[in-house]
């Protein structure tokens, strides 16, 4: 089997590769044969991926590359699709490559698959489609209702990659999930530029008045959520996937101080996020009773550990920091 992941030189999707080759030996011959579709954007990097590993192809290009897209999706029985423009405040200061990434990629992909009827094809979306969620939770039902340039392009995806369900049959699956966390997330992410900012030192730059509420979840929750959607998931089904962790942004602020053995001192209240989301929260229960998913990590051992990594894999962050410095305090 021949698995195209676009988008897993990044945090989440080279999480979910790892997972996939860790459960076989390296030459299995039943185990999936993996082909990465990168374009290396600033969020992508190849530390992220075991590049000799016998299984997996890694190919530098765009999602938005039809010629090349063409020729992968050709050699492909399944995909899944990680490939996109993800830092919301990046959306604010300019929305252009949110559109063409995550809009006009996801369609790119989705014409490619239709020709060769690749399935399934399970597109990664998120929970900010949904918009804030000031009490109780989002099912799959909730209305789409996106605040930020970031969350209307991954909703136009989302609803993309569904027409291409009801007017083709094309087997699509789709994951919105919350609010990821644990190693090999870029640093511009709170966690972990709170983390490498008070391991420098620094101050950690919070948003207002640090009362919006994040669900957290860990990245390998999310891998096996997605794994379960790609291989137990129905055709033209949105499923949630949720962490089980609410927070406010004071309150994880709070326990990041703590776990660096940093002091409030080191908090500086900046203006807040235009537009920003107060609150989001999934109601997973589809995943649950569908797909038998739940989140297996505890949040206080998973923050624990990603701080420990963070701590100890200095080579691998302080690159991907100097590449974006400058914006962050
Ligand atoms: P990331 O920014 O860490 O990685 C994105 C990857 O996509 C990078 O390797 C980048 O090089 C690649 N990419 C960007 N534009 C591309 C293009 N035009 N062609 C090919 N590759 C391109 O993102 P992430 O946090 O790993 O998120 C992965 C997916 O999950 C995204 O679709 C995101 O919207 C979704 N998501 C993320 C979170 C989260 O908490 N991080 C939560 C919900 C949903
Ligand atoms: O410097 C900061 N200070 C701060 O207070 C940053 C970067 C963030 N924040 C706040 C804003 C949010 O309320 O922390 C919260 C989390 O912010 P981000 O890490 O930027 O995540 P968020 O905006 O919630 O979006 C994330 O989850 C959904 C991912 O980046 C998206 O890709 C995903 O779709």
């Keep these: 089997m021949n698995l195209l ?7 989440i999707g080279s999480t979910y590769v790892r997972t996939l080759l ?3 030996a390296p030459h299995a011959p039943e185990a999936p044969r993996i082909t990465v579709l990168d374009k290396l954007t600033y969020a992508g990097t190849l530390d992220n ?4 590993h ?3 192809e890694f190919v530098h290009g765009d999602i938005r590359d039809a010629e090349l897209v063409d020729k992968l999706m050709a050699a492909a029985d399944q995909v899944v699709h990680f490939a996109a423009e993800s830092h ?9 490559d949110f559109v063409l990434t995550n809009v006009v990629g996801t369609q790119t992909l989705l014409d490619a698959a239709l020709r060769y009827r690749v399935a399934p094809f399970v597109h990664i979306s998120t929970d900010e489609v949904y918009g804030s969620v000031e009490s109780g939770s989002a099912t799959e039902e909730h209305p789409l209702r996106p605040s930020s340039p970031y969350s209307a392009s991954k909703a136009s995806a989302d609803l993309l990659a569904l027409a291409y369900h009801r007017t083709h049959g094309l087997d699509v699956r789709v994951t919105r999930c919350s609010n990821n966390y644990g190693p090999h997330q870029f640093p511009e992410k709170v966690i972990p530029l709170f983390i490498t900012n008070l391991l420098d030192g620094r101050q950690v730059p919070l948003y207002g008045e640090g009362l919006n509420v994040r669900d957290w979840l860990h990245v390998d929750d999310h891998c096996h959520g997605v794994d379960l959607v790609r291989t137990h998931g129905r055709p033209g089904e949105v499923y949630n996937i949720g962490g089980g962790t609410e927070l406010s942004n004071r309150d994880l602020t709070a ?9 409030r001192d080191r908090v500086r209240h900046v203006e807040d996020r235009k537009g920003h989301d107060l609150r989001y929260c999934l109601d997973w229960s589809k995943a649950r009773t569908e797909l038998g998913y739940r989140p297996r990590h505890d949040f206080t051992a998973g923050l624990a550990a990603t701080v420990a990594w963070y701590r ?10 100097r590449r974006v410095d400058g914006g962050h305090g």
Excluded: M, N, Q, Y
Excluded at 312 to 321: A, F, S
């Design 88 to 96: 919301v405040d990046r959306s604010i200061t300019g929305a252009g």
């Design 312 to 321: 100890e894999h200095r080579d691998w962050w302080e690159p991907l920091r």
């Design 22 to 24: 860790a459960r076989h």
């Design 5 to 11: 992941v676009t988008g897993a030189a990044g945090f």
């Design 49 to 52: 991926l075991e590049l000799g």
């Design 255 to 263: 326990l990041l101080l703590k776990a660096c053995g940093a002091g």
């Design 54 to 56: 016998p299984r997996l």
